[in-house]
């Protein structure tokens, strides 16, 4: 019972200080909407797709795209904020309670879900309101579906590598070798049908790449993978980073 | 309460703790004493099942460290050294969280909150954001909240390290009224010397992951048998003299002082004033604990140096944000 109520504690106060923290839900949302109306018009101007539905254009069709990449910076930096946690010694007080390694875990990650997943509602208004994406009750509920489950997996992800690492100095080197890669080689920005075989083979290994494309299914109509093979590989994705995860929570150090 | 078997920690080729044999009875304010670095922390810490020991057993409230951290965990309360509290949420916020976290029974939950605030003498911030807290109210929050779960034992890591005087005896008072009324046990570690004389029913002086001494902070004082006497001394003084004469004790010369401890002063100042040879003032005094520490361990206490980089550690506080 303690053990639930704990959850509900870390979730509490993940959600609070999300709440207290406008500028930083306002300017998570500033990135994306840049790709969006600058790349995407940019880029969108003097390429054609090919292998879209007709009446997709360039923003539209990395919309999906630019969703995952905003899950990415987010929730991993959102794992990664243990740090900063353990640095001020706010993780030693809920290391010292009586709450298992295991249920700290999940009320990070289910702290970390919920607020993405505003953020990403947030993206979908405006998605809808100015960049014509049409969402349909089930492509909008499988869209936060989706959406979530990557959530868990780079939020364990970022939990994993922070609760590894001792100081914040690293960060910039996790947006160049982790965030970056897993965002170009996930298909966001292009369609992968055509590719090389080398970036190809690259792209099909990237579990992001699953999730983009899952997006693009339900919002879009432009899969590649299909809608069961994107879930499983998220599904996949997630339970192999939980793992890892409460596996480095429990040998967590302070 | 708490007692240690042998209890060692050891990092890589420091021993932080060596062989630590405590017992600690129920209701005590027990003192741990010592410079930076003498391993306070790190014993507080294997109590409170943070850290692994290397050696050693140790049990509190009657549960093994090793065997059964989460029973432990439950029937302790720690308040750090440094902040460990969310900013971006009240005081009384704070005080809830901690209370889901330890199952606290939440049907009064809400008067368990108005009592601690009030025995901190809180009530009237509770409802404000905790950056706006100063350090000795942040302090007293963290010590509330320690108290919520009403823990048997409750662990204090310098818990007036960077208040002001008048903050520090406020949170001494606190401290005393807990063990009287809550009989809750105590244990406190510090650097200040008075802090341990005014607080602590027992004292337990650790040098270099030891025990130098233990006991009551008068017989640790009575142990140096005597007053303290100093004298300021122009020329070379003679201490060969004063060395043989059997009354006189930790005879110390640093610049233009001469320290020793001597039984019966009154009594025997004028011989050691004929065989000092002139002497420009005369002081003495009842020993102090910083005396007895200086007895124990050869060093003043080190007040510089930081423990672990609390400082920048204060910083990152202030900017973290979370």
Known sequence: MSEFSGLYALWYREFKVFTRETSRVISSLVQPLMWLVIFGTGLGSVISLTGVPAGVNYQQFIYPGILCMTVLFGSLFFGLYIIMDKRVDLLKEVLVSPLSRTTIFFGKVLGGATDGTVQIILLMILGSLFFGIHFTLFSAIMSLVIVALLMVAIISLGLTIGSLMDSPEGFGLISSFVIFPLFFLSGALFPIKNLPAWLYSFVVVNPVSYAVDGLRTVILGAGTFGLLTDLAVIVAFDIIMILIGTWAFKRMKI | ?322
């Not at chain 2, 049907?107 to 368990?112: C, G, H, S």
């Not at chain 2, 065989?275 to 005369?282: A, K, P, Q, T, Y």
């Open chain 2, 1 to 322: 309460m708490i007692e240690t078997k042998n209890l060692t920690k050891r990092f890589d080729r420091l021993t932080a703790v060596n062989k630590l044999n405590l017992k600690i009875e129920e209701g005590e304010i027990f003192g741990l004493l010592g410079p930076n670095g003498a391993g306070k922390t790190t014993t507080l810490s294997m109590l409170a099942t943070l850290v692994i020991p290397t050696e050693g057993h140790a049990t509190v409230a009657g549960f093994d460290v090793r065997k059964q951290p989460s029973a432990v965990r439950h029937s302790i309360g720690f308040v750090f050294q440094d902040p460990s509290s969310d900013d971006m949420l009240t005081g009384r916020e704070n005080l809830y969280l901690h209370a889901l976290m330890y199952g606290v029974d939440m049907k009064n939950i809400n008067q368990k909150m108005d009592d601690v605030l009030k025995l901190v003498d809180l009530t009237e911030r509770q409802h404000e954001r905790m950056k706006k807290y100063s350090g000795g109210m942040r302090r007293r929050l963290e010590l509330a909240r320690g108290l919520l779960h009403e823990p048997k034992i409750l662990f204090l890591d310098e818990p007036t390290l960077g208040l002001d005087p008048q903050t520090r005896e406020h949170l001494w008072t606190y401290i005393k009224k807990l063990s009287q009324e809550k009989k809750v046990t105590v244990i406190i570690t510090t650097h200040y010397m008075d802090e341990a004389d005014s607080l602590c029913d027992r004292v337990a002086i650790i040098d270099r992951g030891k025990i130098a001494a233990l006991d009551t902070p008068q017989k640790l004082k009575d142990r140096l048998g005597g007053d303290v006497v100093r004298l300021k001394v122009n020329n070379k003084p003679r201490l060969d003299g004063i060395k043989k004469l059997k009354y006189v004790k930790n005879v110390k010369q640093e610049g233009g002082f001469v320290t020793m401890t001597v039984d019966d002063s009154g009594r025997h100042l004028q011989e050691i004033l004929k065989r000092i040879g002139i002497v420009e003032s005369v002081e003495t005094r009842k020993p102090t604990l910083n005396d007895v520490f200086l007895h124990f361990t050869g060093s003043e206490m080190r007040e510089e140096g930081g423990e672990g980089g609390y400082f920048e550690r204060m910083m990152h506080s202030n900017q973290g944000g979370r």
